[in-house]
């Protein structure tokens, strides 16, 4: 079809004009938005491939499966509006595609009259009537008022003569010195007050958790790697038992409000053998609260993990807590599953492919564990927002997968459900999204959780809790990767215009850390 023109439900789409409008709402899309809207317009109610779409909108360019993915995204929440309760535009069919189901009729393009034009022709006739009413030069005057001549300044020298034989200059110098001391007064006066007001540049909040991991002089090895893993998990049990707000220390940020305890941890080599070290400290009082060493190895990954998350909740206050739920029971699945989210967290490609190497390994052993399932498709999913390689046929295998083996029921990690938020959002199912969400908040609020609490809300036409959630996600942890997930995972977030201060912060060409 050819038309230019289309009514898609409630909206009318200008191709010529990239724009769609309906009543007191216009928008302007980008032409690959326009193409692609076009097309699916075109053939409303057929069903079309992510390489069908290539193939016929992009003219079979070198486009990733990501991009269609974000452009389908992009159209759907422009064409619902931030409205709840709208209809659905565009649809996912499993495993062929996307559809539009709207109802479409193609239209004749308007030809609209400018009004600016008409408004543009009766300028001249008003001018003319006003130049008519106007009275005509009098040359007399102008003469008289040519002839003028301004009257000379007088010397400078008279100046100052005058004022001095006047005696009431006198008594305007002695106000106006009076005045000028009492200003000065009044200036040192305020300057001795703020000087001796406190100087505040940092506060400690005693309910956030610093979590930091010490790599020390060994660089990226297999204890190190090994620090990480146990980092997080540490983390995400005390997100999950305890009220306290944890923080990734990642980087430190200077100023501001800042860590009122922190939590270190390290795994060495000694000469008796590995060790892993936690120490939880009030920062504010300067005091140890827990202190221990475990002995580690390859056969006792899963005791020790364990042992260390019950002692620090017990340290906590929270001795009835169960840490290690829907953790892999295997000693070298968990082993690797802890090494793998030293790579995972990373935005550089070579690292994503090693963690998801790991993951795959474990998962030959423990094909149906809940949360190695989770971890393998969240990194997929990173791999493919932050490089752009997608793997979506395998990955939409273990999202079903995962989803068929959970059906709602057990305790299990936060991990879990933040997977299958995450690809209810990509399947399209929003509600369904936001009720997993519920699910993975009630197991502790991650920094993945704050992301997609950011595009549910950025679906519901809420930008400022979707600024906000962004936000907390940083703060949570600050390094590029949750600043790029942030704006790519999922579908593309402006956030110069969601999170102004934090895009201002990193840079608008390159993200700077702190």
């Avoid at 109610?45 to 990501?66: K, M, P, S, Y």
């Avoid at 106000?175 to 940092?202: E, G, K, M, N, R």
């Avoid at 699945?333 to 790991?358: C, F, P, W």
């Amino acid at each position: 079809m050819s038309e230019s023109v289309f009514e898609i439900h409630d909206w009318t789409l200008s191709v010529d004009d990239n724009m769609l409008c309906r009543p007191d709402r216009e928008v302007y899309l980008e032409p690959r938005l326009v193409n692609l809207l076009r097309f699916l317009a075109s053939n409303a109610g057929t069903v079309f491939a992510r390489d069908a779409l290539i193939n016929e909108v992009w003219d079979g360019a070198e486009v990733t499966d990501q991009v269609v993915t974000q452009s389908i995204f992009e159209l759907r929440k422009i064409l619902k509006d931030g409205r709840f309760d709208a209809t659905d535009y565009i649809i996912t069919v499993p495993k062929r595609g996307y559809k539009l189901v709207a109802p479409v009729r193609p239209l004749q393009p308007l030809q609209v009259v400018s009004v600016v034009m008409a408004d543009a022709q009766s300028a001249p006739t008003a001018n003319s009537t006003l130049s008519d009413l106007s009275p005509p030069a009098d040359d007399e005057d102008d003469e008289a008022i040519s002839g003028v001549a301004p009257f000379p300044a007088g010397p400078l020298t008279r100046a100052i003569s005058t004022r001095a034989q006047d005696g009431r200059s006198r008594w305007k110098m002695i106000s106006f010195d009076i005045f000028v001391a009492v200003i000065l007064v009044a200036i040192v006066s305020l300057l001795s007050y703020q000087h001796t007001s406190p100087q505040v540049h940092s506060m400690l909040d005693p309910d956030l958790l610093v979590f930091r991991f010490h790599s020390g002089m060994e660089g990226d090895n297999e204890n190190v790697r090994l620090a990480d893993g146990i980092t997080r998990a540490l983390m995400g049990e005390v997100a999950a038992a305890t009220p306290l707000r944890v923080q990734y220390g990642a980087n430190t940020l200077m100023g501001g409000i800042l860590p009122g305890k922190e939590l270190s941890v390290r795994v060495s080599r000694q000469p008796g053998g590995t060790y892993l070290d936690l120490e939880y400290r009030n920062i504010n009082t300067n005091r140890v609260l827990f202190s221990h060493q475990y002995q580690l190895s390859r056969h006792n990954v899963h005791a020790v993990l364990q042992a260390s998350s019950q002692d620090l909740l017990r340290a906590l206050d929270q001795p009835d807590a169960l840490p290690g739920m829907g953790w892999p029971t295997d000693d070298a699945a968990l082993m690797a599953m802890m090494e793998a989210h030293y790579y995972t967290n990373s935005q550089d490609t070579v690292a994503l492919k090693r963690g998801i190497d790991l993951l795959d390994k474990s998962l030959a052993t423990q094909p149906d564990q809940p949360l190695l399932l989770a971890e393998r498709y969240l990194a997929g999913e990173a791999l493919a927002t932050l490089a752009g390689q997608s793997e979506s046929e395998r990955l939409q295998g273990i999202g079903t997968h995962l989803a068929s083996l959970v059906q709602d029921g057990g305790l299990l990690p936060a991990r879990v459900w933040e997977a299958l938020t995450l690809q209810a959002i990509l399947d399209g199912q929003q509600q369904q999204a936001n009720r997993l969400l519920a699910l993975a908040a009630s197991r502790g609020r991650s920094v993945l959780y704050h992301i997609l609490l950011g595009k549910l809300a950025e679906l519901d036409g809420r930008p400022e809790a979707a600024g906000d959630a962004y936000s907390q996600a940083f703060l949570m942890e600050a390094t590029e990767q949750t600043y790029l997930l942030c704006q790519r995972l999922g579908f593309y977030s402006n956030m110069e215009t969601l999170t102004p201060a934090l895009f201002n912060a990193l840079g608008q060409s390159k993200v700077k850390l702190f």
